[in-house]
Each structure stands twice: as C-alpha cells, then as structure tokens.
C-alpha cells in the first residue's frame, strides 16, 4: 500500500508517474572522432534538401465562360474583401486591393465607393488621396481628379506632395493659370524654401521675369535667411541686373550681418563685387566682415581675403591679409584656452608688428583680463609679464604717462602680496618713477614694496638708489630694516659694513661685524668671517686677525680655516715688510720671516695634532692639510723645511669594500684610504704581538705531548 500510495495520483487515474514519464533516447557515444573521408558543407545539404522538396500544390486556374459565373465570381470576390475589412480595417493595403480590384472589374463607381469608405476611415494618409487621385486620372475623371485633389490639399495642407502632385496634373493639362492658383494658395500656408523654388521655376517656364522677381521678394520675407538672399541674387545677376542684385546683398547684410551664416553672404557678396570688376568694393566688404563676424566663424572668409589680395592687392594688403589670417588662428587658440598666456604673447607680437595702437591695447586689456584661477605663484608667473609688457609699451610706444602710471598701479594693486610677490614689478614701476624725476613717488612705491612684500631684490636696488643719491642717513636705516627682516642674511651685514668702512667708519663697521657674528643662525657665515678677517686684515689689525681666526677655531675645526689662519701668519711678514720697506735691515726682516714661519708650522701642527686625536675618521681632510702644508714650505725656498711635512704624510691605498644592492645581491667598490705612520706603527707591533703570541702557544703544546 505504501509503495502504492506513492506512486498513485488520483489525478493520474490508474496510470502511475513512471508510466507518464517521458523517455528520450539515451545519447549516443561517439567512439570514432576521426574526420569522415567525404566531407558535405551546409551549402550542399540545404541544396539537397531543396532539391527534396515536394512541387507547391496550386489551385486550378479557372475560366468564366458566362455572365452567371462571373457575378458569382464577382459576389465571392468582394465577400472575401469584405471579411478582410471587418477583420483589419486599419490595414490600409487591403482596401488599396479592393479598389484596385474593382477598377480592373471596370466597376468605376463602386471602386471610388471603396476610396471613399476607406478616405472616411483615415482621411489624414496622404497615400490614400495620391493613389485615390491617381485612380480619377488614370481613368480620365479629370473633374473628380480635381475634386479629389482639392479636399487633399484642404485636408492636409503641410503635406507638399500633394501640392506637386495637384499642380502637376494642371500643368499637364495646359491650365496654367489654374496651376498659378494652386501656386498662391499653398503660398498662403508659408512653406519651406523648395516649395517657393518651384513656384519660381514654374514662373520662370513661362518667361514670367516679373513675376518670379515678385516672388522671390514674397519668398525672402517669408525666409529670412542667407540661401534666400543669394539665391534671390543670383536671379537678378543671371537677368544682367547688377544694380538690382547690389540691392538684395545690401538688403541682406542690413538684416542679415549678425547672423550665424553671415559668412557666406559676406563672400558671396564679395565674389559679385569682384566679378563686376569692382575691387574696392570687394575688399571694403571682406574688410567689414572681418571686423564684424566672430573669429571662430570666419575661416573660410580668411581664406578667400588672401586669395583676394595675392591676386588683386598690392604688397601692403597682401600682408594685412597675411596677418589677418595669423590674427584668426591666434584668436581661436586664446578662445579655446584663454589661460595659455603664450599665445597672447603670440597675439600681441603679432599686432605690434602691425602697428595699430588701439589694437595692441585692445589686446592687453584682453589678455590681463585673465587672471590665473588659483592664487599660486607658478600660475602667475607668466601672467605678470603680460602687465611688465603692457607698462612698457605704453611709456615706450605711446608715451603715455598717465596710462603707464595707471598700468602699475592696477597690477600692484592685483597682486596678492600677502601670500606672494613679485619684486620685479615693484622694481619697475619705481624705475619709471625715477624715469620721470619723480623720486617721491619711487621712494613711495619701494617705501610700499617693502612694508607689503619685502624682498632682498627690493633692499639691494633700493639701497643702490639711495646711494647713488649720495643719502648715507637713507642707505643706513634701509640696511637696519633689512636685517630686522632678514638678520640671518650674511650678504646684508658684509655690505653694511662695506658701506661704513667706505665712509671711514671703521668703529661702526667693526662693531656691526661683532654683531652679525653672535646671530645665533646665518646662512653664509664662512663669508661674513672672511668679509671681517678681511676687513682688519686691510686695517693691519694683525692681533685681532689672529683673535678672530681663533674666535673662529672655536667654532669650527674645518681644514680650510686652519689653511687660511696658516697663510694669514706667513703673509704677516710681507705685510709688515711692506710697512717698514724704509728700513735697510734685511736680517730683521729674515729673523721676522722666520718667526712668521715658525707661527704657519704652529698651526699646521696644532691643526694635524686635532685631526689625529680628536678625528681620526677624517683622513682625506687631513690628507689635503698636509699637501696645503708641504706647498707652503716649498714656497718659503730657503727658509722651508720640506723634511717636516715629508715624515707625517700618509700613503695612498686602494681598497675594495662590499656594497649590497636592493635586490640583496652584492658588489665591490674601490676607494682610496689613508695610511699614516702612527697608523703603521701600531700595525707592526700588532703583527709581532700575534706571532709571539702563536709561538708561545706552539711551546706549550709540544711541552704537553
């Protein structure tokens, strides 16, 4: 029961599930996949299955031998297209076959019956009412035709094939003042340009010169547009009336210039000019359209302007036309990309080589009207030139005054100056100032310059001024501005200085010297020393020289300092001979140079003991000590003692040492090292000391066994 149970439906009847089931043929296994010898394509298959096909089986042709099988055929017909037509009323090819059908039965009056029921069906396709009225004049119902096509052309007005259609048959007909009529009322409905392009030509078939020249006048205030107008135009140049056609390029670049094809009018305009040998007139018209249509617009304009003047200009209008083109491209690149200062540096050479003033203003005021979108001084960076070069050309090529005041204030005042500056611009604007001796307002703008945005340019050119002015009150406050802004600045001090020891302020420029070495922080300090040493040096201050050089030693031990304070002790003896040169007494001045001698060898001593206790790493700048040494003994001649230096110099080795590369692989490099004495001393001992040590350790081992 219970296998029953399950596989019973009582839906099922007595049937189980396994007996309705529906079994397919198990796949067949394809052992042998090798290629059959024979190969078939698709084609030959299709072809043979064609081939195959049983004939189509054909109805019997009938033949009506009476008039009783003839209505009888005729009643079954149009049952057939009944029932089709109550079936698919919307099908517009089953009426189309009913009337056709029942015009090769001869049967005018019902065919047009059948147009007409399917017309009231779906009066608003316009195929119905072309093959409808083809219907009437294939027949020859002119009258009907008629009919038929005037409630078209009523019904729907817009549909242009119908207008064609109608006026067609009227033409054929001869009636051509009823074809003029359907003309004017399908005007009334304004169509499009191809619409009144017929009426003109069916005008123009007849000689109706005045009447087409009516139209087009009809036909231009419908259709305002350039095609209109040209070809209006070129009617009246076609009849040989120049004046008139003058009229109508006049009438269109009135209404017409600013429009988006006023191009091809302006050449179209031009081209007449030129063919009626009016070259003036030409080029006036190429020269107007150029000023008024937008550069992206005019490239063909550009073309036919110099096409125009290599043939008719003289050298000078072929250069214009030259530059005109130039000028188009330059306005399309500023247009694409107003930002890319380079092409309006471009533009404006351009029109400098031109000449016209007013142009090359335009032009700047143009071009600075881009300011740089982000307030970052590389975006600015090119713009600032544009104003330098603005300022520039209206003090040099116009000289204006006012103009280039106004241009340097407008740019100073644009600035950001207090996230960046440029000092080349205060620079200049004051440099223009003092151009026109007004040194007030210079001293004004660098007073500004420097309260605003101060700069080392703007202290260094206006000190220079100052100077140059002879004001030394002026030169000092600016030089203590300058390093309350700047007080690490090494450069500022040494021209302070510089400036009081030309005044023979030899106090004060010591006493700034002092000060500017205890900054805690410089940027140059190897300079400001040298400036100072120098400074007393030229003072024959030799005591405080030499305090200075170990002023300096305490702050730093480079070789170069211990060279110098070296060179310093040897060079006192020339300048104290040159201070008693008087005196005939060369064995003191032999015994001094001695003594001076002895001094440089303290120092190159002091120095090399420094460097082999207290930095024993650094060997290449003791090398170079000991080299600078030797060269001054050899310099002395007979008082130099080469032997000193020769003891204490080291020997050159070439080492390798092992360097590992990021990829964990490693290489060899060579470098020089350094091997002194002292250095190959305790070499020697340390091998001795490892021998005894070996030998000792043999002893004790033959000892044991």
């Known amino acids: 029961m219970a296998s029953g149970g399950k596989d019973s439906d009582r839906t099922l009847g007595y049937m189980t599930r396994k007996d309705t089931e529906v079994k397919l043929p198990r796949p067949t296994r394809v052992k042998n996949k090798t290629p059959a010898p024979i190969q078939i394509t698709a084609e030959q298959i299709l072809r043979e299955a064609r081939e195959r096909q049983e004939a189509e089986i054909r109805p019997p042709k009938q033949k009506i031998t009476d008039s009783t099988e003839l209505s009888d055929y005729r009643l079954r017909r149009r049952k057939e297209f009944e029932d089709q037509i109550r079936r698919a009323r919307w099908n517009i090819q089953v009426w189309v076959k009913y009337a056709q059908w029942e015009e090769s039965q001869k049967d005018y009056a019902r065919a047009r019956s059948v147009w007409e029921r399917a017309i009231e069906g779906d009066y608003r396709n316009h195929t119905l009412w072309l093959k409808y009225a083809e219907f009437e004049m294939k027949n020859k119902f002119v009258n009907s035709a008629r009919n038929v096509w005037d409630r078209a052309v009523t019904l729907l007005p817009r549909v242009d094939q119908l207008w064609y259609k109608y006026i067609h048959m009227e033409e054929i007909l001869g009636n051509i003042a009823g074809a003029r009529q359907i003309f004017e009322r399908w005007m009334d409905w304004s169509p499009d340009q191809q619409g009144w392009l017929s009426f003109i030509k069916f005008e123009l078939r007849y000689n109706e010169i005045e009447r087409a020249r009516t139209i087009y006048e009809r036909f231009v205030l419908c259709h305002p547009k350039v095609s209109a107008y040209i070809r209006y135009a070129k009617f009246e140049m076609k009849g040989g009336e120049v004046a008139r056609c003058r009229s109508v390029y006049e009438r269109a670049t009135e209404k017409l210039a600013d429009d988006e094809e006023a191009e091809i009018l302006f050449v179209a305009f031009a081209e007449f000019e030129e063919r009626c040998k009016e070259v003036e007139r030409a080029r006036f018209i190429y020269k107007f359209a150029l000023d008024h249509i937008p550069k992206g617009r005019a490239e063909d304009l550009y073309r036919k302007f110099v096409a125009f003047e290599k043939q008719y200009g003289d050298k000078e209008g072929i250069e214009d036309a030259i530059v005109g083109k130039r000028r188009f491209q330059y306005e399309d690149e500023v247009r694409k990309s107003p930002s890319n200062y380079d092409s309006w540096f471009d533009y404006v050479r351009l029109e400098e080589s031109v000449g016209n003033k007013d142009r090359i203003r335009e032009i ?290 070439k080492k390798r040492k092992a360097i590992t590369r990021e990829d964990g692989s490693t290489e060899y490099e060579e470098y020089i090292d350094y091997l002194y004495p002292e250095e190959s001393q305790t070499t020697n001992l340390k091998i001795l000391e490892a021998a005894y040590k070996w030998k000792k350790q043999k002893v004790a081992a033959s000892e044991d066994d």
């Open 364 to 653: 700047y005021e143009r071009a600075i009207a881009n300011v740089p979108p982000a307030e970052e001084k590389r975006y600015w960076q090119r713009y600032i030139y544009l104003w330098i070069n603005y300022a520039l050309f209206e003090e040099i090529e116009t000289e204006d005054v006012e103009r280039t005041r106004d241009v340097y204030k407008e740019c100073l005042k644009l600035i950001p100056h207090s996230k960046f500056s440029f000092a080349k611009i205060w620079l200049l604007a004051a440099q223009f100032e003092i151009r026109q001796l007004n040194l007030t307002g210079a001293r004004q703008i660098l007073g500004n310059a420097i309260g605003k945005a101060p700069k080392d340019k703007i202290f260094k050119k206006y000190i220079e001024i100052e100077l140059q002015l002879g004001n030394m009150d002026r030169c000092r406050k600016l030089y203590e501005r300058y390093l309350e802004w700047s007080p690490e600045n090494c450069y500022a001090w040494s021209k302070y200085a510089e400036l009081e020891r030309s005044l023979v302020e030899t106090e004060r420029a010591r006493a700034i010297f002092e000060l500017a070495i205890s900054q805690p922080a410089l940027d140059m300090p190897e300079l400001l020393w040298k400036a100072y040493i120098d400074f007393e040096i030229s003072e024959g201050e030799l005591e405080r020289t030499r305090a200075l050089y170990e002023r300096l030693l305490d702050r730093t031990k480079h070789y170069k300092v211990w060279v110098s304070f070296a060179k310093f002790e040897a060079s006192a003896a020339e300048v104290e001979e040159g201070e008693n040169e008087d005196e005939d007494q060369e064995e003191d001045v032999i015994e001094h140079k001695k003594d001076c001698i002895k001094r440089a060898r303290a120092i190159f001593d002091r120095a090399n003991t420094y460097y082999k206790d207290s930095t024993p790493e650094l060997k290449e700048e003791r090398a170079t000590l000991l080299e600078d040494w030797l060269n001054m003994e050899s310099s002395f001649g007979n008082l130099g003692d080469v032997s000193i230096v020769q003891s204490k110099l080291p020997k050159k080795l």
